[in-house]
């Protein structure tokens, strides 16, 4: 089978395997739009909480817009008690129709796993378990009972704390369809490399292991993908399913059918400067759309010097990108590239 092929998650199909990861300040409906537009398989949303959204706050309900270019639709929720997974599970399958629910069991920030969530899921299985559960069991109650759950973990706690396989199995007998290890510690947050000799552990555990839909439970990586190649190695060395982008992705969706490229054709194309700043632009349009001019232009600073990165005189145009306040202020910035 070719490295690059689709996958099925519980009953969905998704025609490819390279996603999008959750990655909050940057997975909204703009980002999605772009990198489906430049090859993503599927995007995530970042991770909503699952209490605020039922308790009807408006910021997070503007994470949940979907992108119109993508007909599939992962969301993920965090949350650190069964009856606000339930609850906030039972309200986004309502309203927005997600194709699959993404629970978060790896997020390092300390407000997060205070509240129990995040990677104090991965130290604890057996809330890991009640909470997928919960999910699950709010999905029967709609009118899409087969709607696929899915969790993202970590390794463990710290290197003496690795607890990625009984997160995982946990997981497992819970009802999962798919899990997603970024095999980094919650210790580690971002630093160190990712050791994904975990994740062709966990690929090899699950081998042989089935979702109630017949479907064989899917493993997908995270972690230290910053180039096609980066991916390819990635699939050939642990055997995983699929791979998710995130740090990758910024400022650079064209990863995602450069990537199909390498691994259906052996080869790939660099794209050119005004490609990388008229998708920014596009970004930023769409940006625009969900919120204000100025809320926008704020947001994509930070984007905006992703896509800028190798440009000559970049350390320049990245003063000028900190201070830009209009559409009209990034494309003079990037005038006499255009
Ligand atoms: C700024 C930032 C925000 C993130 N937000 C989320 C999130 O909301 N949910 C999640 O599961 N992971 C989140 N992650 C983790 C990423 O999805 C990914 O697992 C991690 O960055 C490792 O992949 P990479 O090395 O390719 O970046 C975030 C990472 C970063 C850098």
Same mark, same amino acid.
């Given at each position: 089978?070719?490295?690059?092929?689709?996958?099925?998650?519980?009953?969905?199909?998704?025609?490819?395997?390279?996603?999008?990861?959750?990655?909050?300040?940057?997975?909204?409906?703009?980002?999605?739009?772009?990198?489906?537009?430049?090859?993503?398989?599927?995007?995530?949303?970042?991770?909503?909480?699952?209490?605020?959204?039922?308790?009807? /706050?408006?910021?997070?309900?503007?994470?949940?817009?979907?992108?119109?270019?993508?007909?599939?639709?992962?969301?993920?929720?965090?949350?650190?008690?069964?009856?606000?997974?339930?609850?906030?599970?039972?309200?986004?399958?309502?309203?927005?129709?997600?194709?699959?629910?993404?629970?978060? *069991?790896?997020?390092?920030?300390?407000?997060?796993?205070?509240?129990? *969530?995040?990677?104090?899921?991965?130290?604890?299985?057996?809330?890991?378990?009640?909470?997928?559960?919960?999910?699950?069991?709010?999905?029967?109650?709609?009118?899409?009972?087969?709607?696929?759950?899915?969790?993202?973990?970590?390794?463990?706690?710290?290197? /003496?704390?690795?607890?990625?396989?009984?997160?995982?199995?946990?997981?497992?007998?819970?009802?999962?369809?798919?899990?997603?290890?970024?095999?980094?510690?919650?210790?580690?947050?971002?630093?160190?490399?990712?050791?994904?000799?975990?994740?062709?552990?966990?690929?090899?555990?699950?081998?042989?292991?089935?979702?109630?839909?017949?479907?064989?439970?899917?493993?997908?990586?995270?972690?230290?993908?910053?180039?096609?190649?980066?991916?390819?190695?990635?699939?050939?060395?642990?055997?995983?399913?699929?791979?998710?982008?995130?740090?990758?992705?910024?400022?650079?969706?064209?990863?995602?059918?450069?990537?199909?490229?390498?691994?259906?054709?052996?080869?790939?194309?660099?794209?050119?400067?005004?490609?990388?700043?008229?998708?920014?632009?596009?970004?930023?349009?769409?940006?625009?759309?969900?919120?204000?001019?100025?809320?926008?232009?704020?947001?994509?600073?930070?984007?905006?010097?992703?896509?800028?990165?190798?440009?000559?005189?970049?350390?320049?145009?990245?003063?000028?990108?900190?201070?830009?306040?209009?559409?009209?202020?990034?494309?003079?910035?990037?005038?006499?590239?255009?």
């Amino acid at each position: 089978m070719s490295l690059y092929h689709s996958v099925h998650i519980g009953n969905l199909k998704v025609p490819g395997n390279l996603f999008l990861a959750p990655v909050a300040g940057y997975s909204d409906r703009a980002f999605r739009f772009i990198c489906k537009e430049n090859g993503a398989d599927m995007g995530y949303t970042e991770m909503v909480s699952s209490e605020a959204i039922y308790r009807g /706050s408006d910021k997070s309900e503007k994470l949940l817009l979907k992108a119109q270019n993508d007909p599939l639709f992962a969301v993920q929720i965090f949350g650190g008690n069964e009856t606000a997974i339930f609850e906030g599970s039972s309200f986004i399958i309502k309203k927005y129709s997600p194709s699959l629910l993404d629970i978060n *069991a790896g997020c390092p920030v300390p407000k997060i796993i205070k509240s129990g *969530a995040g990677s104090a899921l991965t130290r604890e299985p057996e809330k890991l378990y009640k909470m997928v559960k919960a999910a699950i069991l709010a999905t029967k109650e709609t009118d899409n009972p087969a709607l696929p759950v899915t969790v993202k973990i970590r390794s463990g706690w710290d290197s /003496s704390h690795l607890s990625w396989k009984e997160a995982a199995l946990a997981a497992y007998e819970a009802g999962v369809a798919a899990i997603t290890i970024h095999p980094r510690t919650k210790a580690q947050g971002y630093e160190g490399k990712s050791d994904w000799s975990i994740l062709a552990e966990l690929v090899d555990l699950f081998k042989d292991k089935k979702h109630s839909s017949g479907s064989k439970i899917q493993i997908f990586g995270s972690g230290d993908v910053f180039s096609p190649e980066d991916a390819k190695n990635m699939l050939e060395q642990t055997k995983c399913d699929g791979v998710m982008f995130a740090r990758g992705a910024m400022g650079n969706p064209f990863i995602f059918n450069q990537t199909k490229d390498l691994l259906t054709k052996g080869s790939y194309e660099e794209v050119s400067i005004q490609h990388r700043i008229n998708t920014g632009l596009k970004e930023l349009e769409i940006l625009i759309e969900d919120s204000n001019e100025q809320i926008a232009c704020r947001e994509m600073r930070k984007r905006f010097c992703c896509y800028a990165k190798g440009f000559s005189g970049s350390s320049q145009i990245r003063m000028q990108i900190v201070q830009a306040q209009t559409f009209d202020d990034y494309k003079k910035i990037f005038s006499s590239f255009l």
